[in-house]
């Protein structure tokens, strides 16, 4: 199994839309692993999730046939995560596509911002709203929708993915996990676990986590068990307002057996 990370950063990639600061223009001056846009991940090319901004250029940079999706996976609604209206191209008239809907899961919210784009009226998409811990099955994976605490005013949700024998732990944009997502996670096997780190430095880590939570988490995952051997720990989402280019998060993280995302790279389990 291949899994693609797509984009890397947080709301407003790095370098960031109208940002002057020192993170963004080094970032600009450097390229490379510092070029990160929106954040998404593809899976075997039949299961992404997110449809954020960069999506269409996510398809132009990395060749992707995006009608090969079958299965769409939506975190929560933020701008970030979700840009409804691309979907839109995907209707009769406007693109010439396989006869069949892509299936798009997620909570209410997400759910229905797509509905209000696409309407129900049309057979490219088919929506379905989950619910955290109520376990249900895609045509490429079994997943558990977890709890985030990400954003109060809405359910915003993790997913616990299990496929073609693997299992996959996508946690973004999480905070540090409530109690029951703890509790999920406690007997569980990971081949993979893709963790947020917008915050950086802060002493924040509620709605998003800091590097001090990441480490933590990575801590909590062995003293449980929940990393297979062989398993991989990645950390993503970052925010230019962390001020931290590539080398400083690989300096923070790799000691700790953290692979730092960067837009594009791929992970195989
Ligand atoms: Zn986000
Ligand atoms: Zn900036
Ligand atoms: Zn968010």
Known sequence: MQVRLLGTAAAEGIPSLFCRCETCKQALALGGKNIR????????????????????????????????????????SHSDHLLADDLYMRLPGYAQTEDRPIHVYGHDLPISKCISVVGLEQQKFEFHIVRPFVPFEMQTAKVVPLLADHDPMETCLLYYIEKDGKTIFYGHDSGWFPDETWDFLKDKKLDLAILECTTGRSKYRRNHMNVDSVLETKAWFEANGVLKPGSQVAVTHFSH???????????????????????GMTINL
């Open 37 to 76: 846009t929106r954040t998404s991940v593809m899976i075997d090319e039949t299961l992404k999730i997110d449809f954020p901004p960069d999506t269409y250029f996510h398809m132009i940079r990395d060749g992707l046939d995006l009608d090969l999706v079958q299965d769409l996976l939506i975190t929560h």
């Open 241 to 263: 307002n962390a001020h931290l280019l590539h080398e400083d998060l690989t300096a923070i993280f790799e000691p700790h057996g953290i692979q730092v995302a960067y837009d």
